[in-house]
């Protein structure tokens, strides 16, 4: 039976309470002393990943305690509910079953009633047409040029996965194509893309489910302008428009023929849509035999997440983990540090799926929290971030779990470039493990030629204080199948820890009210009137932005 009494009073949270009052002072340096096989301990493989979580201030007692908190709170059942297309939206009505879009099983999966599986599989064969057309030079612009460039106009989650995968799997990418991801509703950026481009070669790909968002649609008008003002005709737009929208109506006004459209659906949110036909840029850059390992790799890790054991689940593990931190430790911040350069979009992308989904102060049944929910996820590239915020990650005050990402081999091989990558990032997280005492750091000094009365005065700004955790997830290679197991991997951790904290992860109404403001004062701008109706500050900068508009 389900745990129904407030979360922080039950017996497993109290519990929790009092074993992280007495394990919060123990260092992880004297952990790994007492237990040469940490790392076997607290290791785990799945779907081509493997995770060492050995570097974490846990013991044996934490994660028993921790699988019993996410037991009481019927984690299990949940998951069964969000596979099975239950509605586990509920401030929508609506599943969450992007899982769907990768299901490489028999397994029927019913939405009212209807088995929604033919229509995923026709969207893909469609997909793999449409693909195979551009590719094969079979499908051309107005004057008979083949594409050589694709402007895919979109964003949230129509821009931030696919521009991630798109991204990690630039090996992949066929050479004659080159992928253009526009989304700021900004003049600078749209520019800066078009003004290289030749329309006679150019694809655009629009992507809004409603057909209405106000950036997409303002991008998509601008190129559509564009195009026309530049050789292309009316009777053209058919041939170099394209969209992924559940809004026929709008988008044939547009332009585009109808059999170019492919579906949004519902069920889908925006930040699980890279899996769906939001991924035709993708498929077009790296072919959809590609783009159906990408599939596989996330299905692998479906499934892992379906039907392993809490014990031994690796999004469970990492979901708890961060509840661990955030919940016991005071954590508000966790670090995202992948050690490949075609995995630099990969914070950004984690930004949406974990904010968007657990930034939530409510939950399910409309009761606020009484305790924190989701952090703030940040970070960066390979070694830039070590000269520039690991500064903070190592001295700081504040204390932000760190999880390192990194291929064990590069595709692009060069002298021992790789093998020194590896070398900072293990050194990274064992920098955070270790620390340096002021012993240790007089004792340094000292052996460096300072006198020992220097050296005292000198050691403390030395001092680097360790214990702080760190996740580290490796794997052989980036690959297709790879890049999809580690982005279903951060879907199913953030799910999951949703389910345990009792909030839905799959609306986001939160977004909707700068929506709502934002049209309104956009009409205050465009106007010479004096403004009125906003707060003193709104006011004030309406009237700075009419006043600065004679500045040129």
């Not at 290791?43 to 009481?72: C, E, P, V, W």
């Not at 693909?131 to 594409?147: A, E, H, P």
């Not at 964003?155 to 798109?166: C, T, V």
């Not at 620390?435 to 240790?440: C, N, P, R, T, V």
Request: glycine share 8%; aromatic share 10%.
């Amino acid at each position: 039976m389900a745990f129904t009494g407030s979360l922080t009073q039950s017996d497993v949270w109290k519990a929790l309470q009092a074993h992280h009052q007495s394990i919060e002072h123990e260092h992880m340096r004297d952990m790994f002393a007492a237990n040469p096989s940490r790392f076997e301990q607290f290791h785990i493989d799945a779907a081509g990943l493997s995770l060492d979580y050995s570097k974490n201030r846990i013991n044996d007692d934490t994660m028993k305690l921790l699988f019993k908190l996410a037991r009481q709170q019927n984690l299990t059942t949940h998951i069964a509910a969000m596979f099975s297309g239950e509605k586990v939206n509920g401030s929508e009505g609506r599943p969450a079953l992007h899982t769907a879009l990768r299901n490489f099983g028999d397994r029927d999966i019913m939405v009212d009633g209807e088995n929604i599986m033919p229509e995923v599989r026709d969207t893909v064969r469609r997909m793999e047409e449409f693909c195979w057309k551009i590719r094969r030079n079979q499908w051309r612009g107005y004057s008979n040029k083949t594409f050589t460039d694709v402007v895919s106009i979109g964003i949230g989650g129509s821009f931030l996965g696919p521009k991630l995968a798109s991204s990690a799997l630039k090996p992949y990418w066929d050479s004659r194509l080159s992928i253009h991801y526009l989304a700021n509703i900004d003049g600078s950026h749209i520019t800066e893309i078009l003004k290289r481009l030749d329309p006679a070669t150019t694809l655009f790909i629009i992507q809004s489910k409603s057909f209405t968002t106000q950036e997409t649609l303002k991008n998509a008008n601008a190129c559509r302008q564009w195009f026309l003002d530049n050789g292309g005709e009316e009777h053209d737009l058919a041939k170099h428009f394209t969209a992924v929208s559940s809004n026929i109506e709008k988008a044939t006004a547009f332009g585009i023929a109808e059999e170019n459209i492919f579906p949004m659906w519902d069920w889908v949110g925006g930040r699980y849509s890279l899996w769906s036909a939001i991924g035709l840029p993708l498929a077009l850059a790296i072919g959809i035999d590609n783009f159906r390992e990408l599939l596989r790799g996330a299905y692998a890790m479906d499934e892992h997440f379906r039907t392993a054991p809490l014990e031994h689940n690796m999004p469970v593990i990492m979901a708890l983990l961060g509840i661990w931190y955030v919940n016991f430790f005071g954590v508000n911040s966790h670090a995202i540090l992948p050690y490949d350069h075609y995995l630099r979009s990969l914070p950004a992308h984690l930004q949406q799926v974990d904010m968007e989904s657990n930034g939530k102060s409510v939950t399910t049944d409309g009761n606020k929290v009484d305790y924190q929910t989701g952090p703030v996820i940040w970070g960066g590239v390979g070694t830039n971030g070590q000269h520039a915020f690991h500064q903070l990650l190592h001295q700081g005050t504040h204390f932000s779990p760190c999880d390192f990402i990194m291929p064990m081999c590069s595709h692009n091989p060069i002298d021992n470039f790789h093998a020194m990558l590896v070398s900072n990032c293990l050194s990274q997280s064992q920098a955070l493990l270790q620390g340096k005492s002021e012993d240790e750091a007089v004792a340094e000094l000292v052996a460096a030629g300072m006198n020992q009365a220097e050296a005292i005065v000198l050691a403390p700004q030395k001092v680097i204080p360790g214990n702080r955790p760190s996740n580290t997830l490796y794997f052989p290679k980036s690959s297709p199948q790879i890049i999809g197991a580690l982005i279903a991997l951060y879907e199913h951790k953030v799910a999951a820890q949703g389910m345990i904290w009792g909030i839905n992860s799959f609306d986001q109404w939160g977004v909707e009210l700068g929506k709502q403001l934002g049209n309104k004062v956009l009409t205050a701008l465009e106007s010479s009137a004096i403004p009125e109706g906003f707060d003193g500050s709104t006011n004030g900068l309406i009237r700075a932005f009419q006043q600065m508009q004679n500045y040129l």
